[in-house]
């Protein structure tokens, strides 16, 4: 199995601010054929189920704020939240779907 | 706008058999590409996914769970199920249905609100 290996596990950031986290693949998650990265972020809030918000590793999914992006290459990549506002308060997951799809153990968002 | 929503028990002995539901509406499970998973959340700990299927009965299983697991369609019903066998205080965990945007090789865009399973 791919290991998926997030970093940090919990993070702090005033209102406004950037947030980042990072997420590790244990091997690369590109498929040379098309040349796309099979990665995934996901925002699950308290309650609720988790919410799709990149895939390809950068591609918005419909609805989401531009404020979210996704980047990376090689087995790094990173969820950036430009400005952060109090209703990204989340558990935030990274996923590969290259393989038997597996998760990463989840980053909590919190405010400062 | 398409929902999924999960049911069963809510308290499985252990050594039994767990048995879930997914219920689809909105869109129908035939004639399309998607695949429909399940994935499953203990408590405090990160996701796991544990295998879809779609409407031709085709089917993808987490190697970790494969040889106690069993994944069904039902597309009279707009349906798929999940039995898992052999349960232990480990399987207990908070259950999702789900869909994959397009194959078992594509993230999950649609997800149920979760059924909270226990062995105990």
């Known amino acids: 199995d791919i290991v998926m290996t997030q970093s940090p596990d919990s993070l702090a950031v005033s209102l406004g601010e950037r947030a980042t986290i990072h997420c590790k693949s244990s091997?690369?998650?590109?498929?040379?054929?098309?040349?796309?990265?099979?990665l995934a972020w996901y925002q699950q809030k308290p309650g609720q189920p988790p919410r799709l918000l990149i895939y390809w590793a950068s591609t918005r999914e419909s609805g989401v704020p531009d404020r979210f992006s996704g980047s990376g290459s090689g087995t790094d990549f990173t969820l950036t939240i430009s400005s952060l506002q109090a209703e990204d308060v989340a558990v935030y997951h990274c996923q590969q779907y290259y393989s038997t799809p597996t998760f990463g153990q989840g980053t909590r968002l919190e405010i400062k | 706008q398409l929902q999924l929503r999960e049911s069963g028990p809510g308290l499985v002995k252990p050594s039994d058999t767990l048995s879930l539901t997914c219920t689809v509406s909105g869109g129908s499970i035939s004639g399309t590409t998607y695949y429909w998973g399940w994935i499953r959340q203990p408590p405090g700990s990160g996701l796991e996914w544990i295998g879809s299927?779609?409407?031709?009965?085709?089917?993808y299983h987490n190697p970790s769970l494969k040889s106690r697991l069993s994944i069904t369609v039902d597309t009279s019903k707009n349906q798929f199920s999940l039995n898992l066998i052999s349960v232990t205080a480990a399987d207990t965990a908070l259950y999702y249905c789900a869909r994959h945007s397009a194959t078992a090789m594509a993230p999950l865009d649609y997800w149920g609100q979760g059924t909270l399973i226990t062995v105990s």
């Open positions: 299927i779609n409407f031709n009965g085709n089917t």
């Open positions: 091997q690369s998650v590109l498929y040379s054929s098309n040349n796309k990265y099979y």
